[in-house]
C-alpha cells in the first residue's frame, strides 16, 4: 500500500477526495449530512423495535404464568 509522505495512504486520500466531491454534489453517492441523517433514523427505528420484543416478551411470560396451575 503506497503512502504519502504525511502517512496518509493514497486509498485513504481518495475516500476523501470522493466523499468531498459528492458532499459538493458532484457524485451519486450520500452526502455527508445524508449519512448522518440516515444513522440517526435507523437508531430511532430500532426503539421501538426494541420496544415492541420486550412487549412480547412480557406478555409470553404473564400468559405462561396465568396458564400453570398455582
Request: proline share 4%; hydrophobic share 35%; charged share 35%.
Amino acid at each position: 500500500m503506497p503512502w504519502r509522505n504525511d502517512g496518509i495512504s493514497e486509498s485513504c486520500l481518495r475516500n476523501w477526495t470522493a466523499q468531498a466531491n459528492t458532499d459538493d454534489n458532484d457524485g451519486g453517492r450520500l452526502t455527508s449530512a445524508e449519512k448522518k441523517e440516515l444513522a440517526e433514523l435507523r437508531k430511532k427505528n430500532r426503539q421501538p423495535e426494541m420496544k415492541n420484543e420486550i412487549l412480547k416478551r412480557a406478555a409470553a411470560y404473564f400468559a405462561w404464568e396465568n396458564v400453570l396451575p398455582t
